[in-house]
């Protein structure tokens, strides 16, 4: 029995005659005679009364007892086709900094989606002021931050503060405590974190062109950080990474600069705002991984 021969016979049950079924059902009104025997063949009974010259349909008490049955039979059917049926995935739009996404954000990502695989992230690199803009146009959902700017229709919410590092390759003769003082820009390798970083640098070594080297992405800096002498302030979650790497070491340091905060930015018109609260409750619970972090109490839901 298949869904045709089903399909046949409740075609035939609604309709005047025998060649209104076929016709409903875009065949000839032989292969309908045929397909209706071939089911009356499999359950060994007719299911219509054969008169010569009747031209309406009546059913036989057997086919009319097969009525419920095969409307069962085709609610199955249906039900049994959808169980392949996925429903539409929630997206989720997001946007951070480059500097959260090397050694941070993978882990976020990877233990977010796992928990959500009915979830679609989609996934940018955005400067601050970019990501406000995308925020303020509604073509990113959630943002991540360094740099909080004001926009009237964006909000900003502070995620979590991490201290800023000295960090050097092991082959350095830099001591265990360091200054500012002790330090030349000559060896640097130089990324603007945040505002206050750079109040912080320029405050110490002043408006100065003479960094060794200067960046404004995380993708080529590991690789920088291996030449002789070359030394970085980074914020503690990258320190941390590079150190268990084992090329690098971190010193104390006196007179450094504030901690370095992430915001969460986001719409007065958000929506799926418990998706993008788990989320953030991800990341607060990667970023509680890391030593030196200090997690900032962030919720949607109000």
């Given at each position: 029995?298949?869904?045709?021969?089903?399909?046949?016979?409740?075609?035939?049950?609604t309709?005047?005659?025998?060649?209104?079924?076929?016709?409903?059902?875009?065949?000839?009104q032989p292969?309908?005679?045929?397909?209706?025997?071939?089911?009356?063949?499999?359950?060994?009974?007719?299911?219509?009364?054969?008169?010569?010259?009747?031209?309406?349909?009546?059913?036989?008490?057997?086919?009319?007892?097969?009525?419920?049955?095969?409307?069962?039979?085709?609610?199955?059917?249906?039900?049994?086709?959808?169980?392949?049926?996925?429903?539409?995935m929630?997206?989720?739009?997001?946007?951070?900094?480059?500097s959260?996404?090397?050694?941070?954000?993978?882990?976020v990502?990877?233990?977010?989606?796992?928990?959500?695989?009915?979830?679609?992230?989609?996934?940018s690199t955005?400067?601050?002021?970019?990501?406000?803009?995308?925020?303020?146009?509604?073509?990113?959902?959630?943002?991540?931050?360094?740099?909080?700017?004001?926009?009237?229709?964006?909000?900003?919410?502070?995620?979590?503060?991490?201290?800023?590092?000295?960090?050097?390759?092991?082959?350095?003769?830099?001591?265990?405590?360091?200054?500012?003082?002790?330090?030349?820009?000559?060896?640097?390798?130089?990324?603007?974190w945040?505002?206050?970083?750079?109040?912080?640098?320029?405050?110490?070594?002043?408006?100065?062109?003479?960094?060794?080297?200067?960046?404004?992405?995380?993708?080529?800096?590991?690789?920088?950080?291996?030449?002789?002498?070359?030394?970085?302030?980074?914020?503690?979650?990258?320190?941390?990474?590079?150190?268990?790497?084992t090329?690098?070491?971190?010193?104390?340091?006196?007179?450094?600069?504030?901690a370095?905060?992430?915001?969460?930015?986001?719409?007065?018109?958000?929506?799926?705002?418990?998706?993008?609260?788990?989320?953030?409750?991800?990341?607060?619970q990667?970023?509680?991984?890391?030593?030196?972090?200090?997690?900032?109490?962030?919720?949607?839901?109000?």
């Amino acid at each position: 029995m298949t869904y045709q021969d089903i399909e046949t016979f409740l075609t035939i049950v609604t309709s005047p005659t025998l060649s209104k079924a076929a016709e409903t059902l875009y065949i000839t009104q032989p292969a309908l005679s045929h397909r209706l025997s071939s089911l009356e063949g499999e359950l060994g009974t007719n299911l219509i009364v054969r008169q010569k010259g009747v031209r309406t349909i009546e059913l036989t008490e057997a086919g009319k007892r097969f009525i419920p049955v095969a409307e069962k039979w085709e609610q199955l059917w249906q039900e049994t086709k959808e169980i392949n049926y996925k429903a539409p995935m929630s997206p989720l739009r997001i946007a951070n900094v480059d500097s959260l996404n090397i050694y941070f954000m993978p882990k976020v990502y990877t233990g977010f989606i796992k928990n959500h695989k009915d979830c679609r992230l989609n996934i940018s690199t955005m400067r601050s002021n970019a990501a406000y803009e995308a925020i303020e146009n509604q073509t990113v959902d959630l943002a991540l931050v360094t740099n909080p700017h004001f926009f009237k229709k964006v909000h900003t919410r502070s995620l979590f503060h991490e201290s800023m590092k000295f960090i050097c390759s092991k082959k350095t003769d830099y001591a265990e405590v360091v200054s500012p003082d002790d330090l030349s820009v000559e060896n640097e390798i130089f990324i603007p974190w945040s505002s206050p970083f750079l109040m912080w640098h320029d405050y110490w070594f002043g408006n100065t062109q003479e960094k060794r080297i200067s960046l404004d992405n995380m993708s080529l800096f590991e690789q920088f950080l291996h030449l002789e002498n070359a030394w970085a302030i980074v914020p503690s979650t990258i320190a941390y990474t590079l150190e268990k790497k084992t090329y690098f070491r971190t010193c104390r340091m006196t007179n450094g600069p504030e901690a370095r905060t992430c915001y969460a930015i986001y719409s007065d018109k958000r929506k799926q705002i418990d998706l993008q609260q788990e989320f953030l409750d991800t990341l607060a619970q990667v970023a509680g991984q890391f030593p030196d972090v200090e997690i900032a109490k962030t919720q949607f839901r109000t």
